[in-house]
């Protein structure tokens, strides 16, 4: 957990990456455009509003006409109403169309998550997707709401008053000018001293968010090895850090915000000196002294926000820029055909793959299964067996060799296609929240609540189903029922079954379960078995057993195959994995007699 999560490059963004977001903004040009009007005009409202006080002053107060003074009083107090009326309406557009801009992108990229290739998953941290997704967006809402548009109309102000100073009286003007250099030098030393400490804040925010989450999902892991006392110096440790950070822009905050009042103060100072002999000499009227007294308090608070803001924006366009890298990333290469039927013949010709950079972890291996066969798959950990089993689900391209379902090679048909016919019974059980019903069906149309139904039956979930509350319809996971790890099993099972696969893959969990359990599975693997092509990553000698063949892999290379018996009788590594894995390990009871 470093930096990736919020501020991962050290340079200086780039405005051009805000193109990225053209497609998500454009839908609501419109509505953007007019928010930026009305912004325009509540700062011409604001700038507006001192000059009619010097009109009043100048004009009928200097006269002493009543009726004139009280409609400038009147227009002045219109003049505020339709500033706040304007600024409601800009804020309440730009921030409902920047949300909906944003709620676009959330999804897009969640999209996007999905079609990235499988292999980018083996590089990524899922925290830096997640981040993508949550943090990434969030700071662009500053970006949208108070960012961009705020720095719009900041800007548009200060230019509107310097402008409305020199023509009200260059000389005056001139004289309030004078700090502009000081606080030009002010702003660009916080500026920078903000950007490395508001980096600083954000990377220990991301570390202490990432420890909690980690020592959080690991408690029962530190509660059951005596940890606590280790955890809780690691969080202090991140949360001390984090305050430090914390403090130093605290205390930045302190020196600047005051800074800008000062010399904002000596503005006024040097206006009310200059002014006030202007008056004397009747060079310059009262009434624009007052209205430079107000310029000059209206001025200050936008440059003060802007440079407080320039970091903000910095933050945004590097999150844009982390979005649009994730956005622009090269997908799963697109489908090809679909075929009319599946009859669910399995080739592997010669197959070689290896992770990115990494020596291959599958190595020149040709097998068939044909349909209705049960081949098991067996070899030592890390042997290549999950990886051999999703090069056959399409999700990694095999560079060398070829795999066919069919006959037909699987970089000619459609990955949707491939998946709905050869289903994959993985390793780990994963459930989402939900009932128990959506956790068969997985959103897929095709299957319906009979075929789940079925299904369940078929690999004995049924009964425990319907003992729940309410049936197929409880929820697990949260505030659901805890599913026991057969149950969860089985649900795996039913969730591939129920789409009535012409290829079973299944991976075998390679933890232990209990002998109840294993009865279980036993049972349901007749049924899932039936009518199929069948690839099992066996750990269990009751599955290898069954297996009308057993493929020995080790090292990513087919070692050997044979029937159960064959490769007992050999004496190879078979043997040896017998001895040591499954003579000892799980396995139907009694099922440990002599070959
Ligand atoms: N996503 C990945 N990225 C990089 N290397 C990987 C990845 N998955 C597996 N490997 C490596 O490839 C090799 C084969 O791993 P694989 O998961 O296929 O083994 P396995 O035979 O299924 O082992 P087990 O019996 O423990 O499940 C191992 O050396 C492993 O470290
Ligand atoms: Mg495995």
Redesign the pocket.
Known sequence: MRGWQLDAGGHRADWRVLRRLGPFVRPHARAVVAGLVLMAAASAARILGPYLVKVAIDGPAARGDVAGLAALSAAYLAIKLLEGGLDAAHTVLLRVRGEDVLRDLRSALFAKAHRLP??Y???TPSGAVLARITSDVAVLSDLFSSGMAALFGDVLLIVGILVAMFRLDPGLALTAYAVLPVLAALSEWFRRRMRVVYRETREKTSRLTGILGEHLRGAAVVRLFGAEAWSDDQFARANADHLRAFLKSVTLYALFFPAVELAASVATAGVLWRGGVGVAGGAVTFGTLVAFFEYVQRFFRPVRDLSEKFNVLQASLAAVERISEFLDRPEEPPGGREQPRAAGQVVFERVTFS??G??P??QDVSLIVEPGEVVALV??????????V?LLLGLYRCPAGTIRLDGVSLDALDPAWLRRHVALVP?DVFLFRGSVMDNIRLGREWVGRGDAEAAARAVGLHDAVAALPDGYDTPVLEEGVRLSSGQRQLVSFARALAGDPRVLVL?EA?SEVDQATEAVIEQALDTLFRGRTNLV?A?RLATVRRADRVVV?AR?RIAEQGTHRELLERGGLYRTLYELQFRTSSGLPGAEEAP
């Open positions: 499988a292999a998953y083996d590089v992770y990115d990494q020596p972890a599958v070899g030592p950990t890390g042997a290549g067996k999950t990886t051999l999703h390793q991976d390679t990553v750990h892999l990513g």
